[in-house]
């Protein structure tokens, strides 16, 4: 007999811990894991260099229509997470840097883009059971997901665990740092398409004090609570 793919919904701003808890959580299960972060940063990466008008909805509309974006399993899948290709490049690099941050930030409050990228991931719960990160999983595109975790912390806290990562800037202040989290945040929270909000019936988990094992912990005693 068939089961249903089931689907674990992680949402959370910058700097929670999701996509190093998500690939956990994909390991523990064996589970796809989907960073959609990462597909928003591909998408607005490879929009800047095609040349199109990215303020615009019909340019990106019409841009999406000749756009293939897919994940493949890396070698150190746990630590790294998948690799991402974008019309068959090998976008991974490309995507953790200052740069991708702020254009998909920015792309990404475009109904257009949004609309398409919800299409893809919802298609991939069609090929099994998955763990999917993102800022609108468990409010948007998957609404009726098996379990909805929505990870968070202090700006202060989220501020530092992101001055640390490899992706920021050496000499970038940890003022500045927290500066352009506040601003990805508002913009996040305040953007007209699918905002970043916590479901109603989400588990809600400060990772401001937890480890990374803690908060996985929770996760698994969450979930499997709902299997029963």
């Not at 998957?142 to 001055?163: N, T």
């Amino acid at each position: 007999m068939r089961t249903v793919p089931k689907i674990i919904a992680i949402d959370g701003p910058s700097g929670v811990g999701k996509s190093t808890v998500s690939r956990l959580i994909a390991k523990h299960y064996g589970y796809k894991y989907v960073d959609t972060g990462a597909m928003y940063r591909a998408f607005a990466i490879g929009a800047k260099n095609s040349g199109i008008d990215t303020q615009s909805d019909e340019a990106i509309e019409k841009f999406s229509k000749t756009v293939e974006i897919r994940f493949e399993d890396s070698k150190d899948l746990e630590l790294a997470g998948p690799k991402i290709f974008f019309n068959n490049e090998d976008f991974t690099s490309l995507i953790r840097t200052p740069l991708a941050t702020k254009l998909s930030s920015l792309v990404s409050t475009k109904k257009s883009t949004r609309d398409y990228l919800t299409h893809l991931q919802r298609n991939m719960a069609t090929q099994g059971s998955l763990v999917m990160e993102g800022r609108d999983i468990g409010t948007v595109v998957f609404p009726d997901a098996d379990i909805k975790i929505f990870l968070d912390a202090s700006e202060e806290v989220r501020a530092q665990r992101r001055s640390s990562d490899t992706e920021q800037r050496v000499s970038e202040e940890l003022g500045q740092v927290q500066k352009e989290l506040r601003e990805r945040d508002e913009r996040d929270k305040n953007r007209k398409h699918a905002p970043l909000e916590t479901a109603k019936d989400a588990v809600l988990i400060d990772t401001g004090k937890l480890s990374i094992k803690e908060v996985t912990e929770k996760i698994i005693e969450a979930f499997d609570e709902r299997l029963k």
